[in-house]
Nanobody, 125 residues
């Protein structure tokens, strides 16, 4: 089992920045990838934002946030970060981290076995 805990969400004005953290505990396999998703209000699907391999430095970003959001990690702390800059009202969502079940950085929510509880990000105009 793997436990994931997100933090760092909050209310920010458009153009502002936030850094989300996701700390993992339990049986963390270096062969997995870990990713950030978000679920906007009223939407059923979770949207892939960015992913990174637990081992190495391979990353992947969705086109919708490329250039504004950056994923990084600290293996010693079992923590993955999502730096979000130039936030827009349409970035308002619950942000989740997920891991397990995939070696490659998958963009589909169903590819991941373990999820955090989510952290709310609200961007005001």
């Amino acid at each position: 089992q793997v436990q994931l805990v997100e933090s760092g969400g909050g209310l920010v004005q458009a153009g502002g920045s936030l850094r989300l953290s996701c700390t993992a505990s339990g049986r963390i396999f270096n062969t997995y990838s870990i990713a950030w998703f978000r679920q906007a209000p009223g939407k059923e699907e979770r949207e892939f934002i960015a992913g990174i391999r637990w081992s190495g430095s391979t990353t992947s970003n969705a086109d919708s946030t490329k250039g504004r959001f950056t994923i990084s990690k600290d293996n010693a702390k079992n923590t993955v970060y999502l730096q979000m800059n130039n936030l827009r009202p349409e970035d308002t969502a619950v942000y989740y981290c997920a891991t397990g079940g995939t070696y490659f950085i998958g963009t589909g929510a169903s590819q991941y076995d373990y999820w955090g509880q989510g952290t709310q990000v609200t961007v005001s105009s």
